[in-house]
């Protein structure tokens, strides 16, 4: 697979960046609105903006529209058939703080949300690489699951007060043994998805260190200690640096025609 023109290719990094912060950042509106009575539950979130009082309920729907608007635009940079395939991620960018309520599963929706984006990079340059693409994704959600559920351990004392759901308690001490079952999924998915994808060694040298990173994560993060749950929740940023470095060297070495 060639390299994608370097200014082509930096307008759609641009776009994806603001698109993932804004929507994002909706995502959150969103879960503050509909669980501002439950969050003034929970010591770690009771005060933030909208349950503490701080920013009213009409407030918050402005600034949800505000970020909506900006969503829109974004998608409207993309090309027709791409825009439908972004457009479909709302229904669950809308309901995912929902499913809290009635299930221990809410990081299922909160991952096939928050990776939806994977799907688009392909379309979005004018190339339809479902083989490629569909593993991406679904590595992605694996992480997700597995950082998600890391986050989850913070609060899990006060979920279970608040009759509030999520993996962390539903796997609770068998949390690790899922984490290497999710990791391993994850790396594999991600690794067949560069090799469709004709992907080089930049590609697997980031892939290796990051899964390393990632496997280090489970054997120290101390799960029934909040403090460092949200600091290994955090660490998956710079994981994720790892990732797209691997992915930047990749391109580089293919825009300048050593691969």
């Known amino acids: 697979m060639s390299a994608a023109p370097f200014l082509s290719t930096l307008w759609m990094t641009t776009v994806f ?17 509909l669980d501002r009575n439950l969050d003034n539950q ?3 979130t009771c005060e933030r903006p909208i349950t503490s009082g701080r920013v009213s309920v009409k407030q918050a729907l402005w600034f949800l529209a505000a970020q909506l608007a900006v969503g829109c635009g974004v998608l409207l940079c993309l090309p027709l058939d791409c825009f439908l395939l972004g457009a479909s991620s709302l229904l669950l960018v809308g309901t995912y703080p929902l499913f809290k309520r ?10 096939a949300c928050f990776n939806w984006g994977a799907l688009l990079g392909f379309p979005a ?7 490629a693409m569909i593993p991406l994704y679904l590595s992605g959600f694996f992480w ?3 950082y998600d559920t890391i986050y989850a351990h913070q609060d899990k004392k006060f979920d279970v007060k608040a009759g509030i759901g999520s993996t962390a308690l539903a796997w609770g001490t068998h949390s690790k ?3 290497t079952g999710l990791t391993v999924a994850q790396m594999g998915c991600y690794t067949l998805s560069g090799f469709l994808a004709g992907m080089g060694p930049g590609f697997y040298l980031g892939a290796l260190a990051g ?11 101390d799960l029934d200690d909040p403090a460092n749950c949200w600091y290994w929740f955090k660490n998956n940023i710079n994981t994720g640096h790892v990732f797209f470095l691997g992915i930047f060297v990749d391109y580089l070495l293919r825009l300048f025609g050593f691969l």
Do not use: E
Request: hydrophobic share 50%; aromatic share 14%.
């Open 177 to 179: 043994k899922v984490f």
């Open 102 to 111: 009635f299930t221990h599963y809410p990081q299922i929706v909160l991952s």
């Open 144 to 146: 997700c699951m597995h």
């Open 17 to 33: 960046a603001v698109g993932a912060f804004v929507m994002r950042g909706a995502g959150c509106t969103i879960n503050d609105l």
């Open 42 to 44: 929970v010591a770690r």
């Open 211 to 221: 899964g390393y990173r990632l496997f280090k994560m489970i054997k120290d993060v």
């Open 125 to 131: 340059m004018g190339v339809w690489a479902w083989p």
